[in-house]
C-alpha cells in the first residue's frame, strides 16, 4: 500500500517551525562589595589600624572588636582580600558619607562626549556646505567630537581622488582650532575623518 499524499499546506500545518530568538544578553549589574563590620568580619586574624591611623599590627578578631569599642568606634573590614584581611577603627557612618562623596566627585568628573556627524555629498553646492561647515563649528564649540564624512555613489567612486580633496578642503575651511582623532580614512560609502577640539 503506498503512502498517502499530502498537500504543502497540510506538510506545514503538521511541522512546526520555531524562530530561533536571538537576545543580546543584558549588561550584568554592578555588585557592589559591603564593608563587613564588628561582628561581621569573620577571619580570625586582622591587620588593624587604630582611628588616628596607627597601624596596630595584627590581632585576634577578639582584641580588635575591644579595642574599637575603647575607642567608641566601629571596627571596618577596608581590604578583604589582603591576608590576612585589614580592618580600621573608624565611625561607619562618616566612612559611607566620605565614600558616597568621593562617588559623586568622580561621576562629575567623567564628561560624556558625544560624537555629531556632517555628512557631504560629492557634488554638494557650495552654499550648502557653507552651511554643513557653520554646524560643524557649532558642535566642536560645544566639545562635541565630529565625524565628517563625503559619501560617494555610482561612478563617483571612481573620482576617489578628488572626493579626498573636497573633504581635506572642508575640513580646513573649519575656524575653530581642532586637530584629527581619526585621520581621513577610505570607508565602505566614500571618506570619512573624525575631529574634536583642541
Not at 563587613?36 to 580588635?64: C, F, S
Not at 562617588?103 to 568628573?109: C, I
Not at 552654499?127 to 565625524?147: I, P, W, Y
Not at 572626493?163 to 572642508?170: C, D, H, I, K, P
Amino acid at each position: 500500500m503506498g503512502a498517502i499524499p499530502i498537500n504543502s499546506t497540510q506538510f506545514l500545518k503538521k511541522i512546526r517551525v520555531r524562530r530561533r530568538r536571538h537576545n543580546r544578553p543584558k549588561p550584568k549589574a554592578q555588585v557592589k562589595i559591603r564593608s563587613r563590620l564588628n561582628e561581621q568580619i569573620l577571619a580570625p586574624q586582622v591587620v588593624v589600624i587604630d582611628i588616628h591611623g596607627e597601624n596596630r599590627g595584627t590581632m585576634d578578631i577578639a582584641a580588635a572588636l575591644t579595642l574599637a569599642k575603647e575607642q567608641e568606634a566601629d571596627l571596618v573590614e577596608v581590604s578583604p582580600l589582603a591576608v590576612p584581611p585589614v580592618c580600621k577603627v573608624t565611625d561607619f557612618g562618616k566612612l559611607q558619607y566620605r565614600q558616597s562623596k568621593q562617588d559623586q566627585q568622580q561621576k562629575a568628573k567623567q564628561k560624556k562626549i558625544e560624537t555629531k556627524g556632517i555628512r557631504l555629498g560629492f557634488r554638494t553646492d557650495t552654499h550648502d556646505l557653507l552651511f554643513k561647515r557653520m554646524q560643524a563649528e557649532k558642535f566642536l564649540g560645544k566639545g562635541s567630537k565630529v565625524r565628517v564624512e563625503i559619501v560617494l555613489r555610482g561612478r563617483e567612486k571612481a573620482m576617489h581622488d578628488k572626493a579626498r580633496g573636497n573633504l581635506e578642503q572642508f575640513l580646513k575651511g573649519i575656524t575653530i582650532p581642532h586637530r584629527f582623532e581619526e585621520e581621513i580614512k577610505r570607508g565602505p560609502t566614500g571618506f570619512n575623518a573624525l575631529i574634536v577640539p583642541e
